[in-house]
């Protein structure tokens, strides 16, 4: 499976993106879809997830900010992001897969909050 992400950018604190991962095929509904980040010195953290039983989890500092959804019909992976802070700033990456497996991961899309 191949995953193409897309979105991303620069924002001033506050303000809201979109982030998108589209998967070169349907996305078995065995598999969970995840977004992660890494800050600049960080590790990668997770920040979003859908587990296979549809059960939606999110970090504790994006919870309310923040909204993961599937997309069936597009076979992709989406991340809301509103009232941005700079905190948030970071390499964002979807992953999906079966869980406790090396999965698939998105390329990567820069996210940089600063005013």
């Known amino acids: 499976v191949h995953l193409v992400q897309s979105g991303g950018g620069l924002v001033q604190p506050g303000g809201s993106l979109r982030l998108s991962c589209e998967a070169s095929?349907?996305?078995?509904?065995?598999?969970?879809v995840a977004w992660w980040r890494q800050a600049e010195g960080q590790k990668r953290e997770l920040v979003a997830i859908i587990t296979s039983e549809g059960i939606i989890t999110y970090k504790g500092s994006v919870e309310g900010r923040f909204t993961i959804s599937k997309d069936d019909l597009k076979n992709s992976v989406n991340l809301q992001m509103d009232s941005l802070k700079e905190e948030d700033t970071a390499v964002y990456y979807c992953k999906i897969g079966r869980a406790g497996t090396s999965g698939y991961w998105g390329q990567g899309t820069q996210v940089t909050v600063s005013s």
């Open positions: 095929e349907t996305i078995p509904k065995t598999y969970m």
